[in-house]
């Protein structure tokens, strides 16, 4: 008689069957737990609007549209200053503009066009779209590092490049930082490399533009080669792609029309954000709508090496030439304030002699007594000499905390009411709701200098810091444009 035997099962049939349950048990869970995370993310990521959605629509191109493109660099101000010279060459050559987007924060500096256009393709924010929707808590992936640091805005959102392109004939494509090849493959732009004609630079003054065949650059002039743009008009390729265009002499422009649309450019560039003029306008009002106002430079490069000299110079501009005391009141009132040890004699003060060749009706002269609707930081002064001193005083600048700051000391002894944009927090909430649409990035803290420059340039008078982009755009742009004045061309 035979008996039946219990089936038995092996040890790696076991094992197998194990192995399998558990892989189910984690692909479930895996499945699961990127539903849950990619659904949490979505709830903040839905506020917010697509890019493309952002950006003004154009018709796709012409086949045979030509293009001019550059690489941007540097902070703010240097970048305006190159697309300045952009607008006014692609007006000049007949060329669709690649505009890119204004980068703000953390810069990019110059360095020669094959590695500023490596930096800039690397720089972007493409393929990081995950890196805002990380929750609070949960910490960032390594390659979201520094992903706040900076962020980068069209360029129509902060002055009116559409008036601009309507009023000299330009059209304008505003490049979002992708790679500039991947940007014109979405865009419908099919240029290959053979059509491309580049002018590649290896430092930051190799090309100058000039608009008359007959004219050179002077011997002693700082570039290096000189680029005729009725000879540029003529090249056929359909792109041309230039690295660095910064620099406020790039163009020596001679021809009537040229230094034309050069100065529309220019007077153009002055900043339309409607957030910021209403904020802006609640400062100037809260100044008593009646004040004066400087701009000081310390932070970086040169500028803080000379920010001593820098701050005596401009605090002499302000008590002597603006509000009027003699040589010998200001001296006194130096010798009783002044930190600075060296030196009390007046400084050399040169004269400015581009302004000068651009005169304008006079102002109303500052009046006696002028009154803040906020408190002044000390009391006012009662002797007669000294009350034209009350006049609020607004102070732009880089110093992150000027009224700790001991090179504005003799400024805080001098004007009882000077104020600067910290001390106006409370009328700064309505720009807490600004986000970037294009990488969520909150912009309120990016849009500062910005703000800055426009309350600065609401001031009944102003002196700036020679030398400085921000300070030299304010008194040459911002402040005429306010006062209804013809702007200032330097270069």
């Known amino acids: 008689m035979s008996t039946k035997r219990a089936p038995s099962h092996s040890p790696n049939n076991k094992l197998a069957i194990l192995i399998a349950v558990l892989a189910f048990a984690l692909l479930t869970c895996f499945f699961f737990a990127h539903h849950l995370f990619t659904a949490r993310f979505a709830l903040y990521a839905q506020p917010h609007p697509h890019p493309a959605d952002a950006l003004r629509k154009s018709t796709p191109p012409a086949s045979d549209t030509k293009y001019?493109?550059?690489?941007?660099?540097?902070?703010?101000?240097?970048?305006?200053?190159?697309?300045?010279?952009?607008?006014?060459?692609?007006?000049?050559?007949?060329?669709?503009?690649?505009?890119?987007?204004?980068?703000?924060?953390?810069?990019?500096?110059?360095?020669?066009?094959?590695?500023?256009?490596?930096?800039?393709?690397?720089?972007?924010?493409?393929?990081?779209?995950?890196?805002?929707?990380?929750?609070?808590?949960?910490?960032?992936?390594?390659?979201?590092?520094?992903?706040?640091?900076?962020?980068?805005?069209?360029?129509?959102?902060?002055?009116?490049?559409?008036?601009?392109?309507?009023?000299?004939?330009?059209?304008?494509?505003?490049?979002?930082?992708?790679?500039?090849?991947?940007?014109?493959?979405?865009?419908?732009?099919?240029?290959?490399?053979?059509?491309?004609?580049?002018?590649?630079?290896?430092?930051?003054?190799?090309?100058?533009?000039?608009?008359?065949?007959?004219?050179?650059?002077?011997?002693?002039?700082?570039?290096?080669?000189?680029?005729?743009?009725?000879?540029?008009a003529q090249a056929p390729e359909r792109l041309l792609q230039i690295g660095t265009l910064f620099g406020s002499s790039r163009l020596r422009l001679k021809q009537g029309v040229s230094k034309s649309v050069r100065r529309d450019v220019r007077t153009g560039m002055a900043f339309t954000n409607p957030h910021l003029s209403r904020v802006a306008d609640m400062i100037y009002e809260a100044l008593g709508a009646v004040y004066i106002g400087a701009h000081l430079r310390v932070g970086d490069g040169h500028f803080e090496q000379r920010s001593t000299d820098n701050a005596r110079t401009i605090w002499w501009k302000l008590v002597h030439l603006v509000c009027g005391l003699d040589l010998e009141e200001t001296l006194t009132l130096q010798q009783q304030l002044s930190p600075f040890d060296e030196d009390l004699d007046p400084p050399l003060i040169q004269p400015d002699l581009p302004s000068l060749r651009v005169p304008h009706l006079p102002l109303p002269p500052l009046p006696r007594t002028s009154k803040p609707k906020i408190r002044c930081r000390a009391p006012l002064h009662t002797s007669p000499p000294l009350q034209r001193l009350n006049i609020p005083l607004y102070i732009a600048t880089d110093s992150p905390n000027p009224a700790a700051d001991l090179l504005f000391s003799i400024y805080l002894q001098t004007f009882p009411c000077i104020f600067f944009l910290a001390d106006f927090s409370s009328r700064l909430t309505p720009l807490d709701p600004l986000i970037n649409p294009y990488d969520q990035v909150p912009l309120k803290g990016f849009l500062m200098p910005v703000l800055d420059a426009m309350v600065l340039a609401r001031a009944r008078e102003v002196v700036v810091t020679d030398g400085s982009t921000f300070g030299t755009f304010v008194k040459d742009v911002l402040w005429r444009r306010h006062w209804g004045f013809e702007i200032v061309q330097r270069g």
């Open 68 to 232: 001019l493109s550059y690489y941007p660099h540097s902070g703010l101000h240097n970048q305006r200053i190159a697309l300045e010279n952009a607008i006014v060459l692609a007006q000049q050559l007949n060329r669709t503009l690649l505009v890119p987007f204004l980068r703000l924060g953390k810069p990019i500096r110059y360095v020669s066009f094959e590695k500023l256009g490596r930096f800039l393709a690397l720089g972007s924010k493409t393929g990081l779209e995950h890196c805002p929707l990380v929750p609070a808590g949960i910490p960032a992936p390594d390659e979201c590092s520094g992903y706040e640091e900076w962020t980068s805005i069209p360029w129509d959102h902060l002055v009116n490049l559409s008036a601009m392109e309507e009023n000299m004939g330009v059209k304008m494509i505003q490049w979002d930082g992708s790679p500039i090849a991947q940007y014109m493959k979405k865009s419908h732009i099919n240029i290959f490399e053979a059509d491309t004609l580049t002018l590649q630079d290896s430092g930051p003054y190799d090309f100058r533009f000039l608009d008359t065949l007959d004219d050179v650059s002077p011997t002693r002039d700082k570039y290096l080669y000189s680029i005729y743009i009725p000879k540029l």
